[in-house]
């Protein structure tokens, strides 16, 4: 169950040097961080049809995309990698909020909240 490791411009997400930062940040106060990877997903949910999840994860899931950006791992599952094809990833600060932004150019559309999307 060994993740294919790739850092190219085919990559499947982009992560911006400020959205690795944060994760950089994030991953600070975890102990034994050498096996954990932000793994980013689409699924079922939201009210466009499908949601966006983003969480820290230790497995390696067959089939899993594994790529290097900016010294962070991040990890796609072969479900999720047809969707998230071409994905930037980066972190947003206001005044108003702050959280990671998905630009994803395979999505027909968006919510409001900008949470969920469609396909």
């Given at each position: 169950m060994s993740a294919d490791t790739v850092q190219s411009d085919n990559a499947t997400?982009?992560?911006?040097?400020?959205?690795?930062?944060?994760?950089?940040?994030?991953l600070a106060d975890q102990p034994d961080v050498d096996d954990i990877?932000?793994?980013?997903?689409?699924?079922?949910?939201?009210?466009?049809?499908?949601?966006?999840?983003?969480?820290?994860?230790?497995?390696?899931?067959?089939?899993?995309l594994e790529e290097v950006h900016h010294g962070i791992k991040v990890?796609?599952?072969?479900?999720?990698?047809?969707?998230?094809?071409?994905?930037?990833?980066?972190?947003?600060e206001s005044l108003e909020a702050s959280g990671f932004s998905i630009e994803n150019p395979n999505s027909a559309g968006s919510c409001a909240c900008g949470e969920s999307a469609t396909f």
């Amino acid at each position: 169950m060994s993740a294919d490791t790739v850092q190219s411009d085919n990559a499947t997400i982009s992560l911006t040097e400020t959205a690795a930062e944060k994760v950089q940040s994030f991953l600070a106060d975890q102990p034994d961080v050498d096996d954990i990877a932000l793994r980013v997903a689409v699924q079922a949910g939201g009210c466009a049809g499908f949601r966006y999840a983003l969480f820290f994860d230790d497995r390696e899931l067959d089939g899993d995309l594994e790529e290097v950006h900016h010294g962070i791992k991040v990890r796609v599952d072969k479900m999720s990698s047809p969707y998230l094809m071409g994905t930037v990833i980066d972190w947003k600060e206001s005044l108003e909020a702050s959280g990671f932004s998905i630009e994803n150019p395979n999505s027909a559309g968006s919510c409001a909240c900008g949470e969920s999307a469609t396909f």
